[in-house]
């Protein structure tokens, strides 16, 4: 693995939310979730050519999605906002490795701060830090995401995994992974991370 670029704490809705395909009136872009910016308060430019596809998809559909069908709006888009996850700079990454001239496999990893409007008390922050993965490559499956988590986590200690299906507007199957330890009186199981998943074209 070799990390990736997060250096941009401030981040667009396009490419914090549009770019992952989570719809404009998700609940996770209302203030009470999300710091918006007000200077500035826009991001200045988006990349034209990918920006109309990713609107297609939310309003019309592609690719085998039908789509939110709904009104797209740019000046949405266009908002800034500290990043609620640093998949903001995984979406750059892959898009960045789909503009190649020649398809490279590739395996990112990244460890950054994100910001949360959470109500704070002894165990929630304003701001957090992430874990995040990225593995590019032809003729992956999910048994592949199932190892690849497995050996991080065993690296870190912990080795009684179990895997969730879950929900995740961009990746295709989704999962959640949870971990059991011995404790004192059955410790209850632990959630470790998620929804974890395989992304489409």
Known sequence: FTEMPTDNFVESSFWNFDA???????PARDQHDT???????????????YTAKVKKVHAQGGYGSQGYKYEWRLEEARRNLLRTHTTSASARALYRLAHQEKFTPVKYFSIDRVF?????????????????????DRGLTLGHLMGTLR?????LGITQLRFKPAYNPYTEPSMEVFS???GEGGSPPMELGGPEGLRGP
Do not use: C, I
Not at 35 to 49: K, Y
Not at 128 to 134: A, R
Not at 151 to 155: L, M, N, S, V
């Open 20 to 26: 992952l395909f989570q719809p404009q009136q998700h």
């Open 35 to 49: 710091f918006f910016l007000q200077d500035p308060a826009e991001a200045p430019e988006l990349p034209p050519g």
């Open 116 to 136: 949360r409007n959470e109500s704070l008390d002894a165990t929630h922050l304003a701001e957090f830090h992430q874990v995040e993965g990225v593995v590019a």
């Open 151 to 155: 050996q991080f986590f065993t690296k």
């Open 180 to 182: 059991y330890h011995k």
